[in-house]
């Protein structure tokens, strides 16, 4: 089973350069987030999106992008990289209002602004 | 406000004894979720357990437990008989619907060694 698929893995990035940070969920789950981690923050919200066509935004959205077009997809792009953004990026779902229902997780994307 | 509090950075078990790991929270709501996640140094966010803002009984999945208390707005994971194999990050984490949107905040994680 494959439940959310992040793309890349990992990447290093040159400081003013663009990037979109791909995800997939097979789940067909209404919800879908954006999280960064960093040491000692946890996780923190950059966007998220109620269903297809609509988007919101999180606690640190500065810099970041989304959109939203399918149920499946929610890409994340970095339209002027900077090191700040340096993270482990997670793409996240969850079915929608069901309140015992956890987020399902992507395995993350490990990002390096150089 | 921070809506989850984890105070605790770093925690050390000796392995087959259990740990508390602390987790107090801060809403308004009424109706709300609280999670546990593990995130090995793989990386990966593994979900543990689940306990509902209305859920009289502590919620329990195998070694694992939460102890919930609702006055006092804490939800502690209480892992038993500790294996070399818990060394991970935990997170606590709550689900607030804000607007017909499930909105899930985390804490600032705290990382476990087991002890042989």
């Known amino acids: 089973t494959a439940g959310i698929t992040q793309a890349p893995t990992s990447q290093i990035l040159a400081a003013g350069r663009s990037m979109t940070l791909r995800c997939t969920q097979d789940?067909?789950?209404?919800?879908m987030y954006w999280y960064r981690q960093d040491l000692g923050l946890g996780l923190r919200l950059i966007h998220y999106s109620n269903t297809a066509g609509t988007t919101g935004k999180g606690e640190v959205p500065d810099g970041y992008s989304v959109s939203r077009a399918n149920t499946d997809d929610f890409p994340l792009t970095l339209a002027s990289a900077v090191p700040s953004q340096t993270s482990v990026y997670f793409c996240?779902?969850?079915?929608?209002?069901?309140?015992?229902?956890?987020?399902?997780f992507g395995q993350g994307t490990r990002l390096t602004v150089v | 406000a921070q809506k989850i509090t984890q105070t605790q950075p770093g925690m050390f078990v000796q392995e087959k004894e259990a740990v508390t790991l602390d987790c107090t929270y801060d809403?308004?709501?009424?109706?709300?979720?609280l999670f546990w996640y593990k995130q090995p140094s793989s990386g990966e966010m593994i979900f543990l357990i689940y306990q509902g803002s209305y859920d009289e009984q502590n919620a329990t999945e195998g070694r694992y437990s939460l102890n919930f208390q609702k006055a006092r707005k804490s939800a502690n994971l209480v892992i038993s008989a500790s294996q070399l194999g818990d060394s991970a990050m935990y997170f606590c984490?709550?689900?607030?619907?804000?607007?017909?949107?499930?909105?899930?905040?985390f804490g600032s994680g705290t990382k476990l060694n087991v002890k042989p």
């Open positions: 996240a779902s969850s079915p929608g209002r069901d309140s015992k229902t956890e987020a399902f």
């Open positions: 984490a709550m689900r607030e619907v804000l607007y017909n949107f499930n909105k899930f905040y």
């Open positions: 789940m067909r789950h209404n919800a």
């Open positions: 809403t308004s709501d009424q109706s709300y979720g």
